[in-house]
C-alpha cells in the first residue's frame, strides 16, 4: 500500500502526559500537512511543511505543540502536557509540489483520547 | 478569509432516491473547491474537484458537483445513491497559492433501505 500511513491508530493517555504520533506521507510527495477534527467538525489546519521546512503554523497550535519533519520524509506531532482538550483525530495528509490546487491524500488518522 | 459551510449536518435519503448536499463558501478571492467522503475509521478520499473550466464536475462513485460562482455554492449531486454510500462528506475549498485547506463541518449521509 502506497498511501499515506499514520501510527499509532489510537491513543489513550492521562492528561500531563506526552504523546508523538508519525505520519509517513507518499514517497513522491514532498508536501505534508496536519489536520485536527473534533466531533462533529471537519478537519482544521494545523501546519504544513514542504520537504524539511515548515512554512505555516495555525494559531490553534499552542506552544505544547511542535511538529517536525526531518530530511524531508515522515513528520512527527508532538503534544506536550496534554489536556482534554486536546483528544481530537490528527490527520495528516501529503500532496506533490505542482501548481496550486493539488488534491491532499489523507492518512486514516490518529485518535487521541486524552483522559 | 475564507470559510466554508455545509447547511445540512445530517440528510436522511432511502436507497435509489437522489440526493443534494449544499456547500457555501465565502472568500474574497478566487477559490478551488473539493468534496472529500470520510468513511467510518477510515481518512478522508476525494470525490471530485473542481480547478477551472467547466463548471459542472464528475467526479467517482456517480457522484457531480456543480459550481455556481453567483451563488458561491458547490453543491454535490448523485442521481441515485446506494447503501454503500452512507458516510460523511465535508466541503473544502483552498485558495491559489496557498495551500491549507478550509473544511466545513460535514454532512452525515444515511442511505436507507
Known amino acids: 500500500d502506497t498511501g499515506v500511513s499514520q501510527n499509532p491508530r489510537h491513543k489513550i493517555t492521562k492528561r500531563g502526559q506526552n504523546v508523538t504520533f508519525r505520519c509517513d506521507p507518499i514517497?513522491?510527495?514532498?508536501?505534508l500537512y496536519w489536520y485536527r477534527q473534533t466531533l462533529g467538525q471537519g478537519p482544521e489546519f494545523l501546519t504544513y511543511?514542504?520537504?524539511?521546512?515548515?512554512?505555516?503554523k495555525s494559531r490553534l497550535l499552542s506552544d505544547r505543540f511542535s511538529a517536525e519533519r526531518p530530511k524531508g520524509s515522515f513528520s512527527t506531532l508532538e503534544i506536550q502536557r496534554t489536556e482534554q482538550g486536546d483528544s481530537a483525530m490528527y490527520l495528516c495528509?501529503?500532496?506533490?509540489?505542482?501548481?496550486?490546487?493539488?488534491?491532499?491524500?489523507f492518512g486514516p488518522g490518529t485518535r487521541l483520547t486524552v483522559l | 478569509a475564507q470559510s466554508v459551510t455545509q447547511l445540512d449536518s445530517q440528510v436522511p435519503v432511502f436507497e435509489e432516491a437522489p440526493v443534494e448536499l449544499r456547500c457555501n463558501y465565502s472568500?474574497?478571492?478566487?477559490?478551488?473547491l473539493f468534496w472529500y467522503v470520510q468513511y467510518p475509521n477510515q481518512g478522508l478520499q476525494l470525490l471530485l474537484k473542481?480547478?477551472?473550466?467547466?463548471?459542472l464536475v464528475k467526479g467517482i462513485n456517480g457522484f457531480e458537483a456543480e459550481f455556481n460562482k453567483s451563488q458561491t455554492s458547490f453543491h454535490l449531486r448523485k442521481p441515485s445513491v446506494h447503501i454503500s454510500d452512507t458516510a460523511e462528506y465535508f466541503c473544502?475549498?483552498?485558495?491559489?497559492?496557498?495551500?491549507?485547506?478550509?473544511f466545513g463541518s460535514g454532512t452525515k449521509l444515511n442511505v436507507k433501505p
Open positions: 473542481y480547478l477551472s473550466g467547466s463548471t
Open positions: 473544502a475549498v483552498s485558495v491559489y497559492n496557498f495551500n491549507k485547506f478550509y
Open positions: 514517497s513522491e510527495h514532498n508536501r
Open positions: 511543511f514542504q520537504n524539511e521546512a515548515q512554512l505555516e
Open positions: 495528509a501529503s500532496s506533490p509540489q505542482r501548481l496550486s490546487g493539488n488534491e491532499q491524500f
Open positions: 472568500s474574497s478571492v478566487s477559490v478551488y
